[in-house]
């Protein structure tokens, strides 16, 4: 046989040899109509694809202008797509069943064209490819652009498949594929430096027609994004525009979990170096001091504030003249804020100048912070609960979720701070020689307290801590995570139920601190000495209790009525005593000092008066 007719017959041999072998894989996929297989087996070997395996998504592409092109009868073209979709996944499953087909499977990054159902885990995969719709599921990751914004993007993609489920996965990944489209026009090369501008403009890229709840949902991908790259990054990404707390390892005496704060932003400084010397300032304040998160938080925001005022001049702080500065001041001196406020905004600003002088950016404070100081002057106000709102809220507080019940009993009955309740654990109470104790981690004060509570309280937290198995390290009260209850959902809802219950006829606005004072207040009437006060509240300085104290100036000038009326002690009666004697020329007329007409005499006398 000629060689040219043996090659043809070898061939021809390992044509049906191959043929073979996709009718034997076409076969195995019973999950498949046989009609709809044959038609996909059909397209498979005109194209010379022998194996399930082979299919992608170029191929699918020409599948599908082969099927609008010969028209399979009584088949739409999406139920052929569907059917084409599902032979791929059967391939992809046989071959998971080895340790190179699993490997081979793994989502990992490509410079190419990328069809999600074809690439991510198969359960994954069979959720996304049942829709109708493909929008977001072809990524294409061939086009030359920078390298790391794809990167990027197929880290958030990854994420976002394996975090959500069905149609939240789905707009999260259309969301994120219109990011993608939106980055690519603008230029942008990097996630985490995207500007509030930029996010305007994403807002306005987005199809105008659509919902406005959706529309909103779908501008907050970018905050996902956001998180996911800070939070998973190998090294701290200090050049990113909001750092995500999370991502640092705080000691727990910094951290109030109640109100917990979850991140930082510089997106609202536009001046860039501004924004970088603020970046340097938080760096120090979060690792090298030991303040806690709160009060970073506030000289944050009391910097931030001050630093968007300049954004408009050619320089930055530290090149900025001294009189625009103190401009800046004497409008602030005009706010109507307390003087307390004032001074701890004025105390932030020079704080991040002082940081600025120790690293060498300026040679001198621009301002003199005692200059611009005002004077504290102690305003009491009285904020203890009405006895008769107090006893309302208890009357109707069956009909609040047994939770809330429990979280205001331990503000009415104990005082407690209600950051301390939300953080309240299981190991929490104790009952010892015949008492009841609480131990409360006091955030404010990074230590813990011991304190008596009513026998009461002790037995309902006891039969809340058996009904749901709480365990020592729990937490009582746990947000929807698990994690501590937080301060923000509490107050709401209590707000909420004293509305609906009407509480003081709808107009009591609640105020968890209030019950502080209210207690501080009932036990020093109750002839609690001021040092034991101080002791159960937890504070450090008799001052701060004394301002909890509501009715110590009615009781301060109900002991002065009582000492000016007993007749031996009284200064008044001794004045009165010495005018008779002639040694005095004040007496005591319509509850005001007046002159005796002895004085009167003398004066018209001398024409001098005393």
């Known amino acids: 046989m000629p060689a040219y007719k043996l090659q043809l017959a070898e061939q021809q041999e390992d044509r049906e040899e191959l043929k073979r072998q996709l009718d034997q894989e076409v076969q195995g996929c019973t999950e498949v109509r046989i009609v709809e297989r044959n038609h996909v087996k059909k397209f498979l070997m005109e194209y010379d694809v022998w194996h399930l395996s082979e299919i992608d998504y170029p191929l699918r592409l020409i599948y599908e202008d082969y099927v609008e092109k010969y028209k399979i009868p009584y088949r739409a073209t999406l139920t052929c797509l569907h059917t084409f979709d599902k032979m791929k996944l059967h391939a992809i499953r046989e071959e998971m069943q080895t340790m190179a087909g699993r490997r081979k499977h793994r989502l990992k990054y490509e410079d190419k064209l990328m069809f999600l159902p074809y690439e991510t885990k198969i359960e994954i995969a069979e959720q996304l490819a049942k829709a109708n719709n493909k929008a977001g ?13 794809k990167q990027q993007m197929f880290e958030c993609l990854d994420y976002v498949m394996s975090a959500y489920n069905g149609c939240e996965r789905k707009e999260k990944l259309t969301a994120l594929h219109y990011l993608y489209e ?9 996630l985490e ?15 105008q027609d659509m919902p406005v709840r959706k529309h909103t949902r779908f501008i907050g991908v970018i905050e996902i994004c956001r998180r996911r790259l800070f939070l998973q990054a190998d090294q701290i990404h200090w050049h990113a525009q909001v750092w995500y707390l999370e991502r640092f390892h705080f000691s727990k005496e910094r951290i109030n979990l109640s109100k917990k704060v979850e991140s930082v932003s510089f997106l609202e400084i536009i001046q860039e170096e501004n924004r970088k010397y603020l970046k340097e300032y938080m760096r120090y304040t979060l690792g090298i001091t030991d303040m806690s998160l709160s009060s970073i938080q506030i000289k944050f925001l009391d910097i931030r504030k001050f630093l968007q005022a300049f954004d408009g001049e050619d320089k930055n702080i530290c090149e900025l003249q001294e009189e625009k500065i103190h401009l800046y001041l004497e409008e602030l001196r ?13 105390f932030s600003i020079r704080h991040f100048f002082s940081f600025l002088l120790v690293k060498g950016y300026i040679r001198r404070i621009p301002f003199l912070y005692e200059m611009y100081q005002k004077k504290e002057i102690p305003v009491h106000h009285d904020r203890s609960v009405r006895e008769e709102v107090c006893v309302e809220i208890l009357s109707k507080l069956y009909r609040f979720p047994e939770h809330l019940r429990l979280m205001f009993l331990h503000l009415w009955c104990a005082g407690l701070r209600c950051s301390e309740v939300c953080t309240l654990h299981g190991d929490a109470y104790e009952w010892k020689n015949g008492d009841a104790w609480i131990k409360v981690y006091q ?19 006891g039969v809340y801590i058996e009904k749901y198995q709480i365990q020592p390290e729990e937490y009582l009260f746990k947000n929807k995570n698990g994690g501590a209850y937080l301060y923000a959902t509490f107050r709401m809802q209590m707000l909420r139920l004293c509305s609906e219950n009407q509480i003081a006829g709808g107009e009591y606005l609640f105020k968890s601190h209030d019950y502080r004072h209210t207690v501080a207040t009932e036990y020093y009437e109750s002839g609690v000495s001021i040092q034991a006060v101080r002791d159960y509240l937890g ?32 200064l008044a009666a001794g004045l009165r005593k010495g005018g008779a004697d002639g040694g005095s020329d004040l007496h005591l007329q319509d509850g005001m000092l007046s002159e005796s007409p002895a004085g009167a005499e003398r004066k018209s006398e001398t024409g001098v008066g005393i």
């Open 137 to 149: 599921l072809v990524w294409d990751f061939a086009k030359q652009y920078s390298r790391k914004l």
């Open 182 to 190: 939106y980055c690519v026009k603008a230029g942008i090369i990097d």
């Open 193 to 207: 430096l995207i500007t509030l501008k930029q996010e305007k403009d994403f807002s306005d890229y987005l199809p």
């Open 334 to 346: 005009k706010e109507e804020v307390a003087e307390k406020t004032f001074n701890g905004r004025l």
């Open 443 to 461: 955030i404010k004060m990074k230590t813990y307290k011991r304190i008596p509570i009513p026998e009461m309280l002790y037995k309902l937290m």
């Open 539 to 570: 504070h450090d300085y008799e001052d701060m209790t004394r301002q909890y104290i509501d009715y110590m100036p009615r009781r301060l000038d109900a002991a002065n009525e009582e000492f000016f009326s007993q007749q031996g002690e009284s």
